[in-house]
């Protein structure tokens, strides 16, 4: 088959303070250079949790749409019903929420069944930014304000060819 179509359904958790869950859904439309290796272009839709600020002990998650746009690489590693892959997508994601957009990575590898479904694991990674705020009885504002880093979210993804 020379091109595809899949749908993606995903689910992650945080592993760092930056974030803590995300979930969502995804469209990929490929072209299979051999059987081997396909190259992708596709749109995701996703919601994510993350840590937005902390008042002393007390952490508050911010929850958002992000709607990534990416450039999916993909390299096979058999050609059998069952076989194992590696799976690269970069992508750039707009922030409905508060306007912040981001770059986005999530390598990736997984085993495609039958040339119908792909299972997958990996870890998505982004710039991010919290607010650590003071204590509503402190006067001072050291070590407080924005903490910026990478957010690491663990993904579970699986994916559907469609015709």
């Known amino acids: 088959q020379k091109s595809y ?6 689910l992650g958790f945080g592993v760092n303070e930056f974030n803590f869950w995300a979930g969502g859904i995804g469209l990929t439309y490929g072209l299979n250079f051999n059987n081997y290796l396909s190259l992708g272009l596709g749109l995701d839709c996703r919601y994510v949790n993350d840590l937005s600020s902390s008042e002393g002990s007390t952490m508050h998650h911010s929850s958002y749409l992000l709607v990534p746009a990416h450039i999916r ?3 096979n590693f058999g050609t059998k019903e069952e076989a194992p892959f590696f799976m690269f997508d970069a992508g750039y994601a707009y922030n409905f929420w508060n306007l912040k957009s981001v770059v986005l990575f999530e390598p990736s590898f997984g085993v495609t ?4 479904i792909t299972v997958a694991a990996g870890v998505i990674i ?10 509503i009885n402190s006067y001072s504002s050291v070590g407080y304000g924005p903490v910026e880093g990478v957010a690491c979210t663990l993904c579970v993804r699986v994916g559907f060819f469609i015709k």
């Open 126 to 135: 982004y710039p991010a930014e919290y607010i650590k705020a003071a204590p």
């Open 113 to 116: 069944y039958k040339n119908k």
């Open 5 to 10: 179509k899949s749908v993606d359904l995903f």
């Open 73 to 75: 690489f993909k390299a």
